[in-house]
């Protein structure tokens, strides 16, 4: 099977797992080469590993099942890994890593890719029923939401443009399927390129997910279960994603110690991929990896 490549797993090893025998946690699991490259560094240590993509578990459970005496694999939410930790009684958490970045077998496929015309517009990183799809979002949300959503989520300079095609379109009929979106898409912008259309179903996506306000909350729950003296990796795809965790390591609002520094920044910036990486991942171009270390 063609897994996943991942990226910065040198840098995670060297800063993230320090302990043999400690427990870590990988809270974006994917296809497991994170997990599977920590796993295989440790001796005794234990790893949780979560994803919200049911699909993902699976292909994690068969890729890692030799490991299986000493890794947990959950479906579910990193905005969680306080209450799965609780649930576990997992303690000592040695290292924590998020992997932002979809998986490149989610990018390609139905729900995602605006190559399937005739697939159903959805979206959603699981398969919540109670989510809104990109359906509900692309055919209820007020014009003010969408220009919002098409500048902030995917960088579209000209999103009343886009928008305003939009509203055109859902006031005839309902937008349902790729085809109506990329159709919309063209008749906004008729020299449209295929890095367009991507930031476009990128914005869409990130809305969709509310994916954001679950960052924020994930990380203020990792913080919560990281020991003092552990670290946090985090690898961003995105420029709001990247603001998000670097506001995050920065701040010392919101936490349990307001006058006190939280974290110690290993490096002032972030570490870049190396041209081997991009070149059996082209979309790691833009990958950014912020690495932190807890001091209260």
């Excluded at 995105?238 to 390591?249: L, Y």
């Excluded at 609002?253 to 059996?280: A, G, H």
Aim: net charge positive; hydrophobic share 40%; proline share 2%.
């Amino acid at each position: 099977m063609n897994y996943h490549k991942e990226i910065f797993s040198k840098e995670i090893l060297e800063n993230i797992v320090r302990n043999e025998n400690g427990n870590y946690i990988d809270a974006t699991c994917g296809d497991g080469g994170h997990t599977l490259a920590i796993l295989s560094k440790l001796k005794t240590g234990f790893v949780l590993a979560v994803d919200i993509d049911a699909k993902a578990i699976e292909i994690a459970k068969k890729r890692l099942d030799k490991f299986s005496d000493r890794l947990i694999l959950i479906n579910g939410s990193y905005e969680n890994l306080d209450l799965y930790c609780e649930k576990l009684n997992l303690k000592n958490i040695e290292g924590i890593i998020f992997d932002l970045g979809l998986r490149t077998s989610q990018i390609e496929s139905e729900r995602f890719s605006f190559r399937y015309g005739n697939a159903i517009l959805d979206f959603r990183l699981s398969d919540d029923i109670d989510k809104q799809t990109a359906i509900g979002l692309l055919n209820f949300s007020s014009e003010k939401e969408l220009i919002t959503i098409f500048k902030e989520f995917g960088g579209i300079k000209d999103s009343k443009k886009l928008v305003k095609e939009i509203l055109k379109y859902r006031n005839s009929k309902q937008i349902i399927t790729h085809s109506d979106l990329n159709y919309i898409i063209n008749k906004a912008f008729p020299y449209v390129n295929s890095d367009l259309i991507v930031q476009i179903y990128q914005a869409i996506r990130i809305a969709v997910n509310n994916e954001l306000e679950v960052l924020k909350r994930g990380l203020f729950s990792a913080y919560k279960v990281l020991k003092v003296g552990g670290k946090m990796a985090v690898i961003t795809f995105h420029s709001a994603e990247d603001r998000i965790v670097k506001t995050f390591f920065k701040s010392k609002k919101n936490f349990i110690y307001q006058d006190k520094l939280c974290w110690e920044v290993i490096k002032p910036f972030p570490f870049k991929p190396t041209e081997e990486e991009i070149s059996k991942n082209p979309r790691a171009r833009s990958a950014k990896l912020r690495i932190a270390q807890k001091v209260n």
